[in-house]
C-alpha cells in the first residue's frame, strides 16, 4: 500500500524559508516521479513541481519558479520541496503524489501545515 508521509510545515516570517519533506513507502520510489501540490482553504489542491524519478527533470507552476526546488533522495525514499522568500499567499496544507503524470494517484497523506505570516 502506498503512503506518504510529509513534515516540514510550521508558522514562518514573509521572506521566511521552510524546507519540506515527503517519506514514501509501497512503492519502487527511484521508479516513479514525484510531485508536490498544496492545498489553501476553501480552494481546490494545486500542482507545485513536479521531478522525474532520478531527478534530471523537474518543472514548477509560474507562482513558485525561482522560489520553490523540488529534490529527491532516492536512497531514502524521500522527496523534499525547499521554500524560499515565502509570502503568505503560500500558508497551505502541503502534499506530495507519485508519479510524473498528473493523472497518477495515490491516496493523498495527511500533509503538512505551512503559514506565512508577521
Known amino acids: 500500500q502506498v503512503h506518504f508521509v510529509e513534515s516540514g510545515g510550521g508558522l514562518v516570517q514573509p521572506g521566511g524559508s521552510l524546507t519540506l519533506s515527503c517519506v514514501t513507502s509501497?512503492?519502487?520510489?527511484?521508479?516513479?516521479?514525484m510531485r508536490w501540490y498544496r492545498q489553501a482553504p476553501g480552494q481546490g489542491r494545486e500542482l507545485l513541481a513536479r521531478?522525474?524519478?532520478?531527478?534530471?527533470?523537474?518543472n514548477y507552476v509560474a507562482s513558485v519558479r525561482g522560489r520553490f526546488t523540488i529534490s529527491r533522495e532516492n536512497q531514502k525514499n524521500t522527496t523534499y520541496l525547499e521554500m524560499n522568500n515565502l509570502k503568505p499567499e503560500d500558508s497551505a496544507v502541503y502534499y506530495c503524489?507519485?508519479?510524473?503524470?498528473?493523472?497518477?494517484?495515490?491516496?493523498w497523506g495527511q500533509g503538512t501545515q505551512v503559514t506565512v505570516s508577521s
Open positions: 503524489m507519485i508519479g510524473w503524470s498528473v493523472e497518477e494517484f495515490e491516496a
Open positions: 509501497g512503492f519502487t520510489f527511484s521508479a516513479n516521479g
Open positions: 521531478i522525474s524519478s532520478l531527478g534530471s527533470l523537474t
